[in-house]
């Protein structure tokens, strides 16, 4: 193992520890700035607050799941996490930004939970997503997941940045302002797109179905 994968607590189960002084803001983007750099001991001082972000996306992931199910909580957990700590050149301007990286590590590691699953019952019939406000998706469906994906890459053709909207918001719960924040786009962009890649991938959902 490398030097990042060395310093995952699996215990910590994204909490932060007690006595953790909270960073602000300002401190946040400055160790971001600091990892993208190479200080690894920026990603040291990171680590409880990227785990608090990773179990707040995670939660939304799992919420409601049987206690069994195949994909637990601190294993999505400590899997963003490595996938995260591993990148060779960080690249993260802010919070919003670090948290669109880290939708997209979520995104395709439920993508791949998706892929091992749905390959062990083959032959089910398509399955219907729902694009509701909360946007946020359950992987107790394999197989909406896998199709929420491939819709995804299709509108990604059509147009990157709807794709990217759907995606921020979808796999990683941003807000309408983070959205416009991490795209440089402005909120009634944001909205605009939200609404037209929604209706889109409605109708590409549930054409196949």
């Known amino acids: 193992m490398n030097g990042a994968r060395e310093s995952v607590d699996p215990k910590a189960g994204g909490q932060i520890p007690a006595g953790t002084r909270r960073l602000g803001q300002h401190e946040v983007t400055q160790l971001l700035a600091d990892w993208s750099q ?82 062990q019952k083959r032959g089910a019939g398509a399955s219907k997503v729902e694009l509701d406000e909360a946007a946020l998706v359950s992987p107790k469906q394999p197989r909406a997941i896998l199709d929420l ?8 053709m059509l147009d990157s940045r709807k794709a990217d909207v759907v995606e921020l918001r979808y796999f990683g719960g941003l807000k309408q302002g983070e959205n416009a924040e991490v795209l440089k786009i402005s909120t009634v962009t944001v ?19």
Request: net charge positive; hydrophobic share 45%.
């Open 149 to 156: 994906n491939d819709a995804l890459e299709r509108l990604a």
């Open 38 to 119: 190479g200080d690894r001991a920026a990603l040291q001082k990171l680590t409880p607050l990227v785990y608090e972000e990773l179990q707040r996306l995670a939660h939304h992931y799992m919420e409601g799941q049987r206690p069994d199910h195949t994909l637990q909580t601190t294993a999505l957990v400590n899997e963003a996490y490595l996938r995260l700590a591993d990148q060779k050149r960080p690249s993260f301007t802010n919070r919003s930004h670090f948290l669109a990286v880290a939708a997209k590590a979520m995104r395709q590691i439920l993508v791949d939970h998706a892929k091992a699953s749905h390959r």
């Open 191 to 209: 909205h605009r797109d939200w609404v037209f890649a929604r209706a889109w991938l409605y109708a590409e959902l549930h054409s196949a179905a």
